[in-house]
């Protein structure tokens, strides 16, 4: 899937798995759904109006409709090897209460013997996220990079409990480190998740940021502590992707700043909240194909006037 990137200038690129979902809820079942944590991610920045380059690899399977879907946000596709073989492919149902789910499937397929490589436009790129893959690819892809201002990194239990020398390694050549409040307290063996944070701040990163799905986050420095409060949907049709969708609008918004500092952060999380909260409003993302910027904007003004003290 190479789109050439010509002259088109990449202020940020993503790294992360391309998958075809099947999703189960107490409602409804959907299945053949663009997933996978790239597509969520480098859509949500889209929204930012950073320029966006995504790196990873799809099968034959995957479909020219969800490549096309994918570039009319404006996403740059060099990076995304095309391999023969099967596409990623994940199932899911979700417990009634929408929070917790049961995977019914996990197709890794060429996903199994990705090799990240950055087109050379890429590797300038001064804002960067390590999608939720294997730490040694995080580690591999990362080298290529040269010498970017902020780098974000997702991770997830799995990593935690068969690569943590290399999840520690890639920890400390970062700048932000996102989890939830469960992976926090397994990486950590603490409880108190002021205790989790300042002992991930340890490990080198100048950021935390620890997610609570409909309970908000919390994001950590050496100094402060900022809550970031989830923005109450009235429909949820479906979780997946959100977590993916929140960083991807956090970096995208961030790349588009240009400025890096405690006050640009916030801003960006809360970006971040709006854009979440727009994810699981539909399966996949749908959702977000479906909303203009304008409305984007609508529901950051709505949030921080929520959480307004005044």
């Not at 063996?189 to 989790?196: P, Q």
Request: one cysteine or more.
């Amino acid at each position: 899937m190479k789109e050439k990137t010509q002259d088109k200038k990449i202020d940020v690129w993503m790294v992360g798995s391309i998958g075809i979902d099947d999703i189960a809820t107490r409602t409804e079942n959907k299945k053949n759904l663009l997933g996978g944590s790239l597509p969520f991610a480098t859509i949500a920045a889209s929204f930012a109006g950073a320029g966006v380059g995504a790196v990873g690899v799809v099968g034959s399977d995957f479909g020219r409709a969800f490549q096309k879907r994918w570039e009319h946000f404006g996403i740059d596709l060099e990076g995304v090897q095309r391999k023969p073989g099967p596409n990623f492919r994940w199932a899911c149902r979700y417990d009634d209460d929408m929070i917790e789910r049961t995977t019914l499937k996990t197709e890794l397929g060429v996903f199994a013997d990705f090799m990240p490589v950055l087109p050379e436009a890429y590797t300038k790129a001064p804002f960067v996220l390590l999608g939720n893959i294997q730490p040694d690819l995080q580690l591999h892809v990362l080298a290529q990079a040269r010498k970017p201002r902020f780098v974000a990194l997702d991770s997830m239990n799995l990593w935690i409990d068969i690569a943590r020398p290399a999840l520690e390694k890639v920890i400390g050549k970062v700048d932000l480190v996102t989890m939830n409040d469960g992976e926090a307290r397994q990486l950590t063996g603490k409880w108190n998740l002021r205790d989790c944070a300042a002992e991930i701040l340890k490990m080198g990163p100048r950021f935390v940021l620890l997610k609570k799905g409909e309970h908000g986050a919390f994001l950590f420095t050496k100094r402060d502590i900022f809550i970031i409060p989830a923005y109450p949907v009235k429909t949820l049709k479906d979780p997946t992707g959100a977590g993916d969708t929140y960083i991807g609008a956090f970096i995208g918004c961030m790349a588009k700043a240009r400025t890096i500092n405690t006050t640009a952060i916030r801003k960006a999380l809360m970006f971040a909240s709006a854009m979440a909260a727009f994810c699981v409003e539909g399966f996949s993302t749908e959702k977000m194909e479906r909303i203009t910027r304008k409305e984007v904007a609508c529901r950051v003004r709505e949030l921080m006037k929520m959480t307004s003290a005044t």
